[in-house]
């Protein structure tokens, strides 16, 4: 928490009878119990599209201004659910259970008295029906790591979905009614949220603290906000429509009743709302929803080079005038920058027309494109700028993830290869040549051991390891012992382990 005793919540969540800040959705540890589902209202629009906006206006008088929000909310307020996500937690029934002097006593793995048991958890997110099919859109936090997700609509039907596409990257997911019945389902529209401007009327929607639905207004407060989230794509609606606990995934729309943005997080110091909300924007939110519908995987185009933020300093330096931009401060190796012609110490100043004033709005312009599309990219190189047109490409292609399995030290290990991409996305130099362990399975051998996600598998037994593959072969070998080679948190670490 900062001195002024603010911080950055993803929205919210209560445990038990305590607020506590985080994501957006409601959380309850009690194991049989779940919120309740809120009661509904009417009908709504159609499938996914995008419509023109009629030119803006503010209320000029006195029958303007006590115009109802009541006829959008009404066709909107159906395509928005109640998402309910349980997972499977382990707990403990004594309190005592890290206490080594108790686990001494009550023998080495602490006897029944000290022995953990499932525990149910439940939680309560929002969602947005985004095709007439069943398929509703919502935050990746609110179903993460959920063993059972089903959604309430409004009218009280309640459905099991499955989940189709899961992307912590930009907080989103893509869920699937399981058996509709023949059911179809009020869908809402995507709204172009470039044409988005600071001062528009807004409503969000969705089931704060679990008390039903709720229809809250305010106006877009600003644009392109980042420092939000830790996450890759980072350009969220500012919004001070009140968004609260419960209301993670739900929607923002406009006055046209399209959806703008997916609500997601909140800045508070007490878990309401203050006035501070952010959403993502409809044009992230339509790709992922998108790729989710036609059963895809999502693959994001891959630049090839690492960005910087352009100071006033570097901004007087290099003759641009005044601070903006994204600046190529390093070049992959035969990535598609560079064979582009792009060369480091170029500034991107805008992509499609669209202004760049930081590298986020970079990232985030080519993450709402496909791959093959094209770009059209204005720099500045030499006091001039100048523009390329780039057609947009995947990242390297690396090895499929290996898990390993069997007996032995290193099951339950999931690795994936490092390429350039990879390591551009963990912070590496290019040229690394090692696994990334990607996943560890809890009480597996593996974790037992200490691996952890995250970790840089460098050798086995003296043997370089380059590939996923690779590692997969040695991982299953069983000599007397094992000498591991890792690198964690920028330290290398060798170390050697029974086999």
């Given at each position: ?10 929205a919210?969540?209560?445990v038990?009878?305590a ?10 540890r009690t194991p ?6 809120a009661?509904a209202t ?11 906006a009629p030119?803006k ?7 303007e201004?006590q115009?109802?929000?009541a006829?959008?909310v ?8 109640n ?6 937690q ?10 080594p002097?108790?686990?001494?006593f009550?023998?080495?793995d ?5 022995q ?10 929002s ?5 007439g099919?069943?398929?509703i859109?919502?935050?990746?936090h ?5 063993t ?7 009218a ?6 499955d989940?189709?596409?899961?992307d912590p ?5 893509v ?13 809402l ?10 001062g528009?009327?807004v409503l ?9 639905q ?5 106006i877009?407060s600003?644009?392109a906000?980042?420092g939000?989230?830790?996450d ?6 500012q919004?001070?429509?009140?968004i609260?606990?419960?209301n ?8 046209n ?6 609500n ?5 110091r007490s878990?309401?709302?203050?006035g501070i909300?952010?959403?993502i924007?409809a044009?992230?939110a339509?790709l992922?929803?998108?790729t989710?519908?036609?059963?895809g995987?999502l ?12 100071t006033?300093?570097?901004?007087d ?10 600046l190529?401060s390093?070049?992959a190796?035969?990535?598609?920058a560079?064979?582009?012609?792009f060369e480091?110490g ?10 760049i ?7 985030f ?19 001039k ?6 057609t947009?490409?995947?990242p390297?292609?690396?090895d499929?993830?290996?898990t ?9 290990t ?16 290019y040229?690394?040549?090692?696994v990334?362990v990607r996943?560890?399975e809890?009480?597996?051998p593996?974790?037992?051991m200490?691996?952890?996600a ?15 593959e690779?590692?997969g072969?040695l ?11 890792l ?8 170390a050697?382990?029974?086999?």
């Open positions: 928490m900062s001195n002024k005793g603010w911080f950055m919540a993803l919210g969540a209560i038990g009878a607020i506590v800040v985080g994501y957006a959705e409601i959380s309850s049989d119990t779940a919120p309740p589902i009661a009417s009908v709504v629009s159609s499938a996914v599209a995008q419509d023109a030119a206006a503010v209320p000029s008088s006195r029958t201004m115009m109802s929000f006829p959008v009404k066709a909107v307020t159906p395509s928005v659910v998402v309910y996500a349980t997972t499977i382990q707990g403990t029934n004594s309190p005592f259970m890290s206490d002097f108790f686990q001494r009550f023998g080495g602490g006897g029944p008295f000290m953990s048991r499932p525990r149910k958890s439940q939680s309560l997110g969602g947005v029906i985004v095709d099919a069943g398929v859109l919502t935050n990746h609110v179903i993460e790591g959920a059972d997700i089903r959604i309430a609509t409004t009280g039907d309640e459905y099991p979905v989940l189709v596409l899961d990257k930009t907080d989103l997911a869920l699937r009614v399981k058996d509709a019945k023949g059911a179809t389902f009020p869908a529209s995507f709204a172009d949220s470039d044409q988005l401007e600071v528009d009327l969000a929607i969705g089931n704060p603290f679990g008390v039903g709720t229809v809250t207004s305010g877009v600003a644009l906000r980042t939000v989230e830790s890759n794509y980072e350009f969220f609606i919004t001070d429509a009140a609260n606990p419960g993670s995934g739900g929607a923002l729309v406009d006055l009743g399209h959806l703008v943005g997916v997601t997080a909140i800045v508070s878990g309401g709302s203050v909300g952010f959403a924007p044009n992230m339509k992922v929803a998108e989710g519908i036609a059963g995987a693959i994001r185009p891959w630049f090839g080079a690492r960005l910087q933020a352009v006033s300093d570097l901004a330096s290099l003759g641009l005038g005044h601070a903006r931009g994204a190529i390093e070049l190796p035969d990535g598609p560079q064979k582009a012609g480091d170029d500034v991107i100043l805008t992509v499609d027309g669209f202004a004033e930081q590298p986020s709005a970079f990232d312009r080519l993450a709402t494109k496909p791959v093959g599309a094209t770009a059209d990219i204005q720099y500045f190189r030499n006091g700028s100048e523009d390329k047109t780039i947009l490409e995947a390297p292609s690396a499929n993830p290996v390993v399995s069997g007996n032995t030290r290193f099951a339950g999931s690795v994936e290869t490092v390429t350039a991409a990879v390591a551009q996305e963990l912070g590496l130099p040229d690394v040549r090692a990334v996943n560890i809890p009480n597996s593996a974790d037992d200490g691996l952890r995250g970790d840089l598998i460098l050798s086995l037994n003296g043997q370089a390891i380059s590939d996923a690779t590692f072969k991982a299953n070998d069983r000599p007397r012992s094992w000498r591991v080679v690198q964690r948190g920028g330290r290398t670490i060798r050697e382990v029974s086999g």
